[in-house]
């Protein structure tokens, strides 16, 4: 991994993933045919190696073509990230006019932050439209050229309620009453705004915009009617384009002969090597050989340019995507065991792949439970699903009967991590069959949820033994938890 904890980062990258799934959603139910056009912007998994990226929106409809940048937030605005004196980074770098925003609504839980309603689409042509409105924050750091926080104005309500009238000057609503204020009626002036709302329209504290300068919020529906072309965009004179076409082909419907010609032919010509990278995988979807010895060229070829070392990185990330595929698995497992790879971040990537979120090898990770580099154990131990098959689980039950002073305490975080009923009857039963291993099969059961294991070792014997340890399990107290965790060990650093 390479980097230490950092909580806010992984709560930042939470947030943006659960908001661009909850878009996904919302398109979905609308119509549309959503896949992430940006990787990795639906996931929370922190990587140190920096892909360098096209300028992509997160979200393509690949029947209608419309893209979709996503901005999930805790604190709504009309609110982009901007870079005036850098064209790459310019608030709306890259996006079409006929692009659109989703701004998401976000809120705490146990879970991390949630959005807890509908996405609010905004034009990117209305958005600059009305960018003279809009005011720049404070450089977010103290680097040249550091980004800032452009704003729309709006209003956004801070309590739920509901709009009992709207003029040419104002918008009046009855807020609705709280534990702590009573119901009351309250007047938000436009001031050069326009309202979003009509009269009877309900609306929930935080998560909307009553009113904006923008001439309007979008309406899903109108693109509906879009076609898209995706063979047509392989010969954009734009990058985004052509990538954009080339990776939604693979999903779609279109005929397979037609697309694995072009985008053969595509990779034949194509110069910018992240539109060539992801023709490869859309190629290697349909069969292509050349799409395979592609992508094989990107994670083997570049090792020597260290300027281009990042696409093996996107190269490894694209094999977990191809799950069906069989070159994927040898390619992944390649990596993970090449002595050239020591020490890169690149192995940790490739364990991942073979794993819950890839190709779902689990059988190929359990070497890498024992192996030297311990942040390769920690991705093959977190790469484990609770679909792991039971030949897999009976194998790490057996190594723990070793009592290897690294291999045990994996492969029983391991077991823990899987934690089905799979495990908890193959430990039972070895705990029954295998001495040695016993000490070790306790401490793996005593740190399994209580609930669970009550429940299923209910009446044996053992449960007796698991008792005392099963209080202080990870959640079954106000001392076990995570957060409690942390903060109880920060707090003991504090001894100077």
């Known amino acids: 991994m390479g980097f230490k904890a950092d909580t806010s980062f992984l709560k930042f990258l939470t947030m943006g993933a659960r908001g661009v799934h909850h878009t996904m959603a919302q398109l979905t139910d609308a119509g549309f045919e959503p896949i992430e056009l940006e990787r990795y912007c639906g996931s929370n998994k922190i990587w140190t190696t920096k892909v360098k990226r096209l300028r992509l929106a997160d979200v393509l409809c690949v029947r209608t073509g419309l893209r979709v940048e996503v901005k999930a937030k805790s604190d709504l605005k009309i609110k982009m990230s901007d870079a005036p004196t850098n064209p790459d980074r310019v608030w709306d770098a890259g996006l079409r006019n006929n692009d659109l925003i989703a701004f998401v609504a976000c809120r705490e839980s146990d879970d991390g932050p949630v959005p807890f309603d509908r996405p609010v689409f905004f034009n990117v042509e209305e958005l600059r439209k009305t960018v003279g409105s809009s005011k720049l924050g404070p450089p977010k750091s103290a680097s040249e050229g550091a980004e800032r926080d452009r704003t729309w104005p709006a209003t956004i309500p801070s309590r739920d309620g509901k709009v009992i009238q709207v003029t040419s000057e104002k918008i009046v609503t009855q807020m609705s009453a709280t534990s702590e204020q009573p119901a009351r009626n309250q007047s938000f002036p436009l001031k050069g705004k326009t309202a979003y709302v009509r009269s009877g329209d309900t609306f929930t504290a935080g998560s909307c915009f009553l009113s904006g300068t923008p001439a309007s919020t979008a309406n899903l529906a109108n693109y509906l009617s879009q076609s898209y072309d995706p063979l047509a965009a392989l010969k954009s004179t734009n990058a985004v384009d052509r990538y954009a076409g080339a990776k939604a082909l693979r999903f779609r419907e279109d005929k397979a002969s037609s697309v694995r010609s072009a985008i053969e032919t595509l990779i034949g ?135 290897d002073k690294v291999v045990a305490p994996a492969a029983s975080q391991a077991l823990r991590e899987i934690g089905t009923d799979a495990v908890l009857k193959t430990l039972v039963d070895a705990y029954e069959q295998d001495p040695a291993a016993r000490n070790w099969i306790l401490a793996t059961l005593g740190r399994m949820p209580p609930d669970l294991v009550r429940s299923k070792l209910q009446g044996l014997a053992l449960m007796d033994r698991l008792e005392p340890m099963l209080l202080f399990a990870p959640g079954a107290n106000w001392l076990s938890s995570e957060d409690m965790n942390i903060n109880l060990s920060f707090l003991l650093k504090q001894n100077i």
């Open 269 to 403: 010509k194509e110069t910018e090597l992240r539109v060539k990278l992801e023709a490869a995988a859309s190629a290697a979807a349909f069969g292509s050989s050349l799409g395979q010895d592609t992508i094989a060229e990107f994670v083997w070829k570049e090792q020597a340019d260290k300027e281009l070392a990042y696409l093996r990185m996107e190269a490894v990330l694209i094999l977990a995507e191809l799950k069906t595929e069989k070159f994927s698995g040898v390619i992944l497992k390649e990596i993970a065991t090449h002595k050239a790879f020591a020490g890169n971040e690149v192995r940790q990537a490739a364990v991942w792949g073979l794993g819950k979120t890839g190709l779902k090898r689990y059988e190929e990770l359990l070497p890498f439970i024992a192996d030297s580099d311990e942040d390769v154990v920690l991705h093959a131990i977190a790469a484990l699903g609770p679909d792991t098959p039971h030949a897999v689980i009976k194998r790490l039950v057996v190594t723990l009967a070793q009592a």
